[in-house]
């Protein structure tokens, strides 16, 4: 409806490279035969579904047209221009620091800040980045790339808000040393928690008690053996970041009808609708917002106060959240 794409929406979880949509692919020199793969895996949507294995297939077609920095800056600001042309006020954008020919870690991070930087004054949009270690990556290079984040963090301490373990889940492990160290640090932290039945891993992110989760599916007691962990994470109540395309394309949630959001909004838990990668699941936050609207019944001003939530669980500081409590406030009236 009209409605949730004119309302100012709040971006808690969305990847970088999972967010480009197929003009910005083609014009990076992507071939159409490896775009129409996002098609065929949206087509199927509510037919059959898939699983975490086909859509993680696709994400190497993103990274290789993000090679250069020249590219991964345009890939960038085309990311933050669709989210601001959907309405949305905050974004918290992340991404994987990956080393390339043509440029180091280091150097990926400093060309994401650089555009989120220049986009500031351009796009009306407050932009956050949140770096990720993916599960692929070994005890040694995840280590080097904390290292790097911590620092290009003390650099950029007003963009650079938080860490994020991602990536195949059936892959790798949550390692809580490094995750320690980040917080310390005084990095936000952000797990993908529970996308496949994992009630030990499970287990030791919620003893980790991250600052927020990512898609947490498996953490439901209707899950086999997931009492204990549910108990846990109903004593901490972290907030949950749901993508409900996501989860419904990646088949690890049936249908949208049965996503867990229900139960977390019976519970009155807190979570944030989020997109996940609006490129590879061709969805949108207005679609997202949409979604839970209609197969949850869910008012206006239930959803508008859905928003006020996301402002609270961010990670901008005590004055941003000022602001954009100050944003939504002001236009309230023309929606509700
Ligand atoms: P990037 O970090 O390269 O900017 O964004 C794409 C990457 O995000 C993927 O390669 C993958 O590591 C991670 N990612 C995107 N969507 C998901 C998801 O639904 N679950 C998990 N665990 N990781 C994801």
Redesign the pocket.
Same mark, same amino acid.
């Given at each position: 409806s009209n409605f949730c794409k004119l309302i100012p929406k709040i971006e808690l979880h969305a990847? !970088?490279? %999972?967010?480009l949509n197929e003009d910005i692919l083609k014009q990076l020199g992507c071939d159409e035969t490896s775009i129409s793969e996002y098609q065929k895996l949206t087509e199927i949507l509510n037919k059959t579904s898939r699983n !975490?294995d086909e859509? /993680?297939h696709l /994400? &190497?077609i993103?990274?290789n047209a993000?090679k250069t920095k020249e590219k991964l800056y345009m890939a960038t600001k085309s990311v933050i221009k669709d989210f601001k042309k959907d309405n949305t006020i905050y974004l918290e !954008?992340?991404?994987?620091p990956?080393s390339e020919e043509d440029m180091s870690k280091e150097e990926y991070i400093e060309t994401v800040v650089k555009c989120i930087n220049d986009c500031k004054s351009k796009y009306k949009i407050l932009v956050k980045l949140i770096l990720?270690i993916?599960?692929?990556q070994d005890d040694n290079n995840a280590e080097e790339s904390l290292k790097i984040i911590i620092k290009m963090k003390e650099k950029y301490p007003d963009i650079i808000k938080g860490i994020d !373990?991602? %990536?195949? &889940?059936k892959v790798g492990t949550f390692n809580e040393n490094l995750f320690e160290k980040a917080r310390i640090a005084g990095l936000k932290t952000s797990i993908?928690c529970a996308?496949v039945k994992n009630n030990e891993e499970v287990k030791k992110i919620l003893d980790f008690g991250p600052d927020r989760l %990512?898609?947490a599916v498996c953490l439901h007691p209707a899950y086999e053996g997931s009492q204990e962990n549910w108990d846990l994470y109903l004593q901490k109540k972290i907030p949950i970041e749901c993508?409900l395309t996501?989860?419904v394309i990646?088949g690890t949630v049936e249908r949208y009808e049965e996503h867990h959001i229900q139960e977390l909004i019976n519970l009155r838990l807190p979570f944030s609708i989020c997109t996940?990668?609006k490129g590879?699941f061709r969805t949108n936050s207005s679609k997202e917002y949409e979604h839970v609207m209609k197969h949850f019944k869910i008012s206006p001003t239930d959803l508008y106060q859905f928003n006020y939530n996301s402002v609270e669980q961010s990670f901008a500081s005590d004055e941003e959240k000022k602001r954009l409590i100050h944003v939504l406030n002001k236009v309230l009236y023309l929606f509700l």
């Open positions: 990847h !970088l490279n %999972g967010s !975490l859509c /993680f /994400f &190497p993103a990274h993000t !954008l992340r991404t994987t990956r990720s993916n599960r692929r !373990l991602s %990536g195949d &889940p993908h996308e %990512g898609h993508c996501s989860n990646c996940d990668d590879v």
